[in-house]
């Protein structure tokens, strides 16, 4: 069988960079990890360090869908949420295990299995390589049941990239957006089959000894186009702009790399904050606003860990500007986020 290939070279190092055919193993134990003063690290510490979580996305013509799973070490959480676009009500789960107990994600981006479960809840990826699926899985009780299928074979080319995470640190990430996705969703006995809904999927994995404190600010899209085309997007600020940026657009499949990006935005708005976020792209490609119409947050603060949390789902307008063409945006749905965490 051919070696995976795999982020952390024969010294010890990362490797720093994008890569387009991506990274199979996050093999983080080989890492020379070490403290501020260069003493390197224990195995113990190495995996007690590591920070690993996997968010999906899946938007469709009622519902835009959100779930993650966070491992920490100290501490695991999973969320799972449903926003009706119709009837603009928000049902939303979360879950804390200490310890990450009964809590996996495996440091394998396309081709590995990750869950959270605590009592009669749990939420299940599971991935292959060949053919590319990302499985999705979801029981919440008896009150949401989700199986989804994300098509990563076709037209499918993820952003990869690591970057440096303060002085010793990296930071890995892949992500991808306007996959296909099937499946269908339970809710409250209401089913929903995503076959005949335009169902779309973004992915972020992410991995990596990550700064003590950092934060991000960051936009996900997924969508349509009038002319039938595929747009997915992908645009961040805060966590991992050491010399690379995870900024993206998928058109029909093909991506377009995006330079830094602003996101001007009123943090301390109201409750839900309507007030709408401004996203300019240094190179200019990116002009659009986003606005807000419901969310989900989290502020936590145990002192060791901390997280301070602000997704919200709403729409997007204004222009992306590509080589041959201008693609206007006019209301499609997707999500934003303001993000501070201490790990």
């Not at 089913?191 to 996900?220: K, Q």
């Not at 990006?261 to 709408?276: A, M, S």
């Amino acid at each position: 069988m051919p070696k995976k290939l795999q982020l952390i070279n024969p010294d010890g190092q990362a490797n720093f960079g994008l890569f387009p055919q991506g990274i199979e193993h996050i093999n983080y134990l080989d890492f020379d990890l070490r403290n501020a003063m260069d003493k390197p690290c224990g195995k113990l510490a190495k995996k007690f360090k590591f920070n690993q979580f996997q968010f999906i996305s899946i938007t469709c013509d009622e519902l835009v869908i959100g779930l993650a799973i966070v491992d920490l070490k100290i501490a695991s959480n999973c969320f799972v949420y449903v926003y009706n676009l119709k009837t603009e009500q928000l049902d939303e789960h979360s879950f804390v295990n200490l310890f990450s107990k009964n809590t996996l994600i495996e440091p394998l981006p396309n081709s590995g299995n990750s869950y959270f479960k605590k009592g009669d809840n749990s939420v299940y990826v599971n991935t292959t390589d060949r053919p590319g699926e990302r499985k999705v899985t979801v029981k919440i009780s008896t009150t949401l049941i989700l199986d989804a299928i994300i098509n990563e074979s076709d037209n499918y080319l993820p952003l990869s990239v690591c970057a440096r995470a303060g002085y010793a640190g990296f930071h890995f990430t892949q992500k991808s957006a306007a996959l296909n996705c099937s499946g269908t969703l339970l809710l409250k006995n209401t089913r929903y089959d995503f076959s005949h809904m335009n169902a779309l999927a973004c992915v972020d994995w992410s991995a990596g000894y990550m700064r003590r404190e950092t934060f991000w600010n960051w936009a996900s899209l997924a969508c349509k186009l009038p002319d039938g085309r595929y747009l997915g997007l992908n645009l961040s600020a805060g966590v991992i702009e050491t010399g690379f940026t995870e900024n993206a657009i998928w058109l029909d499949g093909k991506l377009y790399k995006i330079d830094m990006v602003d996101f001007k935005f009123n943090r301390y708005g109201n409750e839900i904050d309507c007030d709408k976020w401004e996203l300019h792209s240094n190179d200019g490609l990116i002009n659009l606003t986003f606005e807000p119409v419901s969310q989900r947050f989290d502020k936590t603060n145990l002192l060791i860990v901390a997280t301070n949390f602000t997704q919200k789902i709403g729409r997007y307008f204004g222009q992306i500007t590509l080589p041959n063409e201008v693609i206007t945006l006019n209301g499609q749905w997707g999500l934003a986020e303001d993000h501070y965490s201490k790990w």
